[in-house]
Every structure is written in C-alpha cells, then in structure tokens.
C-alpha cells in the first residue's frame, strides 16, 4: 500500500520552494532559484536508491530504475517540470490542509476574503471525504507540476521497495522552464534513453492526452504616420485605428472564449500603439494540420489585402511555428496510450481521452524522437490563488505510474 502521509509531506516540501520561471530571462534555467528544488531532487533519488542520477548544466534532472527483469522490456519513462508559472507569484507558498472535505466553500483568507467554492468551481463537489490542499489566497499552490514530480517519486521509492513487481528499465527525468514554453528545449532524448514516456502533467483525475494544438505566434506591426493633430487633415496615418480594422477582419467567434473541443481560435494577446506604430501579438491555435495552415494564411491573406487598400507597408505579419500536435507521432506507437487507459481502469480510474487545448512538453518531446502522451497530475485550478490537489489525486496517478511499469513488463513478456 502506498503510503498517504509520505506523499503528502513530500509535496508538501516541494511546493514551499519557490521555483518561479522567467519568459524574461535567456539562461537555463531561467532563474537561479529554480537550482533550490534541482538539488533536493538529485540528493532524493539518490536516498531512494535510483541509478544513473544526474544533473546537466540546464538543470534537466535524470535518473534510471533498473529492470528486475530478464526478458526484453522496452525502457520507459515519466517526465514532470520543476518550474511554476509567472503568471501568479510562487514565493511563499503557505499551503493549507482541509481533510475531510464537506463540500462547502474553503476559507483561503479570512482577512482577503479569499474564497474557494464549489458554487464557482464545480469540481470541488466531486472531491467531497477527500483531504485538499489549497494555497492560502496570497499565492499559487505549485500543483503544476510539483505534484507530478511528488507522483514519478513516490512510485519510484514503491517500486524499490516492493521488487516483486516486475518492471523494465524506468528513466526519469525533471525539466525546468515548461511553464514558459521551454520545457523540452534542452532535454536529451538520446542521453534520456527511453523508447516513450509519459508526462505527468495533466488536470483532473482520468485525463488521458495524445492530441494538442498546433500552435504558432503571430506579431503584426501596423505603421502609421504622426502630424500635428491641428494640421493633420490628409495626412495623419493613426495606426491603432489601422490595427482595429486587422482586428475585424478575423473571424469574431473564433477566439478561445467562444470555442471547446477540437476548435481552433486566434487569440489577441498584447496590444502596443500610438499614433505612429502599433503592435498586436497574437496565437494561433487548431488541433488539425490544414485548418492551422489556414488560419496563418488567412492572416497573410488579411494583411496582403489592407496593405493595396492602404498602402504597401502598412501592415507587417511575421507568424513563427512554435509546436505541434503530438498526435501524429504517438499514433504509430498507440500502444502506449492503450497501456496507459488499461493501468487507468485497472485501479478503478475512469480514463478521460481527450485533446489538450493547449501545449505540453509531451507535443515537443514527441517530435524530438521520444512519443510521450500526457497523464493527469490531478490538479486543479492552475496558476492562480484558486489553485488546489486533492491528496487522493496524487496517489492514484502514483498507482498508475505503478501499473504501467508492470503493464509493459507483463505484455513484453507475452
């Protein structure tokens, strides 16, 4: 039997150290604090009895459970990132422990009044008897992605502890800067030297992920033309009212707060002007090939079309790739999906397949050479106050990660 308390206290010790990334910063890691938890991962898997423990100059933690084996059974491995998003501050993290959960709303700061309900976020309702962790209203928790981390640990130290499940070769590896897109920029999928992984990085319990967004940036610049504004009749160029007329050219319910599911969206991330320039950034995402495709050319369509209206220059678009759906790399080895959806439903988890709208270091890794689908983390509510993990969450996707092992161990046998 796993153990609960051990879980806990281990998440408990990585979420107080802060790891904030910085989309700021060119180094790797993108701040010095996140070396903190790099160290205390390394000198961890080394007390549990992990072989092969090392840290690279970019901080990728790695480190090898050795098959008990004596058959052929692919390596595999578990990925999560140390670092915790910019958008919400992680220093201080205060975590809270309400077990027992009675389905009412969770006090976060009596003094802010912070509060977390289920009467906003439904979830919580299937969480009730359960011990949640909470932040205290004044930080993010970290559950993205320390509880992965706590989880590829803790069922790590099962496994060294209990060598009567049979496993093969287990790699693990934990990255910095994912929360800024950089997750898998430096990892060293040849030194990593597993066949596939699996990233524990996902939301709810259940959730199950091959499919992501293609995604790509888009900066479009609109140049205008500053006169005296008491002389500026025929002459002045405003280019923020240029930039609305690129605004209401793309389609109006194609952005992310009208769209679910498979559908695609462009989303106006900054805007920058004054008279003489403005700056719109936008992301461009779709889950299939042709229609992302489309959306970039639709885009250059635009830009080429208010430029013979208004004059060559006007407008500037540089659109640049950024990642791309995993699912054309995992489905030749989809296998590895069926293995995780069965290690689900074998300790009583519902697998929930469905794509990811967003991004994953999975999507990067994958095309990097090393297929790596996504399993849930079981958190909630990322980077913000509002952030919470049930306990009983992170020992489940530690009885996945378990069963996998063995899954792969058993069906390589056969």
């Known amino acids: 039997m796993l153990n609960n308390k051990e879980i806990l206290e281990r998440f408990l010790t990585y979420v107080k150290i802060d790891t904030e990334s910085d989309p700021n910063s060119n180094e790797t890691p993108s701040t010095e604090k996140q070396w903190d938890l790099v160290n205390l991962l390394k000198k961890e ?12 100059e970019n901080a990728y933690v790695m480190a090898t459970l050795p098959s008990n084996c004596d058959h052929d059974i692919p390596a595999i491995g578990f990925v999560s990132h140390f670092d915790t998003s910019p958008d919400y501050t992680g220093k201080n993290v205060n975590p809270q422990i309400h077990e027992n959960y009675d389905g009412k709303d ?37 559950a993205d992605d320390k509880a992965g981390i706590t989880e590829i640990m803790s069922a790590m130290e099962y496994l ?20 800024i897109g ?55 160029i405003n ?56 959306r970039k050319q639709l ?11 208004y004059g060559q220059n006007t407008f500037e678009i540089k659109i640049e790739d950024q990642y791309f759906n995993m699912k054309e790399k995992v489905e030749p080895v989809k296998h590895i999906v069926d293995i995780a959806e069965e290690a689900m439903k074998a300790v009583d988890i519902e697998p929930i397949i469905k794509p990811i709208r967003g991004g994953t270091d999975g999507a990067q890794l994958s095309y990097m050479g090393l297929p790596c689908p996504n399993i849930f983390a079981g958190g909630h509510n990322f980077h913000g106050k509002f952030e919470y993990v049930p306990l009983e969450n992170m020992v489940k996707a530690t009885e996945v990660i378990i069963k996998i092992a063995e899954l792969t161990a058993e069906k390589s046998k056969s």
């Open 45 to 56: 898997l080394e007390e549990i009895g992990m072989s092969d423990v090392s840290i690279d």
């Open 106 to 142: 969770i006090v976060l700061n009596q003094e802010k009044n912070i509060v977390l309900s289920p009467s906003y976020f439904d979830d919580l309702k299937r969480y009730i008897g359960n011990t949640i962790i909470t932040t205290d209203g004044t930080t993010l928790l970290g």
């Open 160 to 179: 060294l502890r209990n060598p009567d499940i049979k496993h093969g070769d287990i790699k693990v590896c934990f990255t910095p800067d994912e929360e």
């Open 182 to 236: 950089r997750g898998a920029h430096k990892f060293d999928v040849k030194k990593f030297g597993a066949e596939y992984a699996y990233t524990m990085d996902g939301s709810e319990i259940g959730e199950l992920e091959y499919e992501n967004f293609n995604a790509a940036s888009a900066k479009v610049t609109v140049n205008g033309r500053i006169v005296h504004p008491g002389y500026a009749k025929g002459k002045m």
């Open 239 to 294: 280019s923020m009212y240029m930039a609305q007329k690129f605004i209401d050219s793309l389609p109006k319910g194609e952005v992310p707060e009208k769209t679910e599911g498979y559908e695609g969206f462009f989303h106006l991330t900054a805007i920058n002007g004054e008279v003489e320039e403005t700056k719109l950034n936008y992301i461009i995402r779709d889950h299939d090939k042709d229609k992302y495709e489309a």
């Open 299 to 309: 885009m250059e369509d635009i830009v080429r079309n208010l430029n013979e209206e």
